[in-house]
């Protein structure tokens, strides 16, 4: 039986994952939060899902590395930094990185890509996405994944052409922009809508997580693919052979 590891066990979604475990057929190997050995639980898992903090994503990929266990990288918020740090190890274990774990969102994600490669520029695009209260990142890494899709579709990357917000006298809009909203408040468990909008006409693709336990399913079946591929860096699409 496939064991699995948890890099901040005690959040919600460390929560929801270690219930997942059992469901899955997996056996829960341990967690680690602050203050804890990180490589103790490294050695003892045969994959480990870190869904803790970015200021805590490079011991946690050091000890992975060091114990050659593979891992599932959930944490949001990361830097270009912590992007590299993601492609060194995955020089040497399997590491999948991803802003959702999420079956539905990565199916999304496929949709998003393929329908801004076949509508074209001259159809806007804005990205809008709702959290609860506590959520600390804006906008969300679903979001910014599902943002990366598009600006992949039209053969461009979201770095050139992201806009995060506007307020005051902004002026017109610029071509070939993405624009993102972002909305917090009550319970929220993750609404994501990506607008096309074309001139008299736009299409709308939406997905809406009513349970977090989604994102727990999605997480340990992405732990489960992982443990014997070879050294790489991969995403949810290749969980679903997408």
């Known amino acids: 039986m496939t064991s699995i590891g948890i890099y901040g066990s005690a959040g919600r979604m460390g929560r929801a994952i270690a219930a997942a475990i059992d469901l899955e057929g997996a056996r829960y190997a341990g967690g680690c939060d602050s203050g804890d050995d990180a490589d103790v639980l490294a050695r003892a898992a045969d994959a480990l899902v870190d869904f803790s903090v970015p200021s805590a994503l490079a011991q946690h990929l050091a000890a992975a590395r060091a114990a050659g266990t593979p891992i599932v990288v959930g944490t949001t918020g990361l830097n270009a930094a912590a992007h590299g740090l993601i492609d060194e190890a995955a020089r040497d274990i399997a590491v999948l990185q991803t802003g959702n774990t999420s079956l539905g969102v990565t199916l999304l994600g496929i949709l998003v890509k393929e329908a801004a490669a076949r509508l074209g520029p001259d159809w806007d695009i804005e990205i809008a996405e709702m959290h609860h209260r506590h959520t600390v990142d804006a906008p969300s ?11 992949a579709g039209r053969g461009t990357t979201l770095g050139e052409v992201r806009v995060d917000s506007r307020a005051g006298l902004t002026g017109a809009r610029s071509d070939g922009t993405i624009g993102f909203a972002s909305l917090r408040g009550g319970s929220v468990i993750g609404d994501h809508q990506v607008i096309f909008a074309g001139d008299g006409e736009r299409i709308e693709l939406c997905h809406r997580g009513d349970d977090r336990s989604i994102f727990a399913k999605g ?23 997408l």
């Open 141 to 151: 890494g679903t979001a910014v994944l599902l943002g990366e899709a598009a600006a």
């Open 219 to 241: 997480a340990v079946r992405a732990a489960l693919w992982l443990v014997g591929q070879p050294p790489g860096r991969y995403r949810m699409g290749d969980v679903l052979g």
